[in-house]
């Protein structure tokens, strides 16, 4: 069975510095990879996904993120933070070959930004 | 023009009452689900539905039970409701099994 981690709970930076938010799976064959964002209140949010191909994807609102096979990793960056960055993220996994492709959400990071 | 939504946005009751929360999607998307966010922001997958063929997940309980009158709605039936169900439901769709899945704004479940 597939699994996530998001090793880091919180995280606080400062308006304009970069970020990276981590995310490590475990699967035993390609992952679909994904990262959603959810804002105090509301409903999930795509930034990006991977599902082949480039291993660097781009997303909405400036975010990126690296597939990196041999790290079982899938971090999201951003060169520079806007305040309303704020939110929670949440990396998830499909497994591709499920034939329900229920995603497997890691357990969240919480994002802050300090003007 | 909402993608996914769900009805209602709050729902308050009672211990032992049966619920249903009601999703609909206008995206034309062949599959469906529920997810469930408890109090510490964890989410997990419920249901997975496509084509008539309904994927649960083991850890649900059986008071929980989807219900696809058509391929535009996912509804979630809850029987005998306990302090433990309290929580906020997501409802999500995609093209297929394989595709991006856009999720609703969510039902905010609190049993008393």
Redesign the interface.
Known sequence: AQSVTQPDIHITVSEGASLELRCNYSYGATP?L?W?V?SPG?????LL?Y?SGDTLVQGIKGFEAEFKRSQSSFNLRKPSVHWSDAA?Y?C?V?A?N????????G??TRLMVKP | DTA?SQTPKYLVTQMGNDKSIKCEQNLGHD?M?W?KQDS??????MF?Y?NK?L?I?ETVPNRFSPKSPDKAHLNLHINSLELGDSAVY?C?S?QS??E???????TRLLVL
């Not at chain 1, 499920?98 to 959400?105: D, E, K, P, S, V």
């Not at chain 2, 991006?100 to 969510?106: A, E, L």
């Open positions: 679909y994904f959603y959810q509301q409903g999930l949010q795509l996904k599902f929670e949440f998830a499909g591709g499920n034939a329900g492709n229920m995603l497997t959400f357990g969240g | 996914v599959t689900y997810y510490k922001k964890f989410l997990k997958i997975s496509n063929e994927i997940n997501f999500a995609s099994i394989r991006t899945q856009y999720f609703g704004p969510g």
